[in-house]
């Protein structure tokens, strides 16, 4: 929402890109869990953590994982960058900020 309120000349052209990664890896790790708590439910009741069967199971979730987490390490940077960009720039809702008059002295100061 940040991205398509910032003025034209303050937005980065990878950003649209590196949101799409990140859409993209966030959709792909919810399904990974998903499919790990599936996973994890219908493995065997002598199947606990630390068991073979528990671990190599969520060996192979974690190891699926790893690329969207790096997609995340790689891009997610544009977030804070979008949201600084948002922070600096003036909300075309916001009224321009008033002057403030610079006090006259009227009398030459003694000293």
């Not at 052209?13 to 869990?33: P, V």
């Not at 977030?79 to 321009?96: G, Q, Y």
């Amino acid at each position: 929402m940040q991205l398509a309120r910032l003025p034209v000349n303050t937005v980065q052209n990878r950003w649209a890109y590196q949101l799409g990664h990140l859409r993209s890896a966030i959709d792909k790790l919810d399904a990974l869990h998903e499919q790990w708590v599936h996973a994890r439910d219908s493995l065997p009741a002598d199947a606990p953590p630390g068991t073979p069967t528990f671990d190599d199971a969520l060996a192979e979730y974690h190891a699926e994982s790893w690329g969207y987490l790096d997609d995340w390490a790689t891009h997610g940077s544009a977030l804070r960058e979008i949201n600084t960009a948002a922070r600096h720039s003036r909300s075309p809702l916001a009224p321009p900020p008033a002057k403030t008059p610079t006090p006259v002295r009227a009398t030459p100061v003694r000293r």
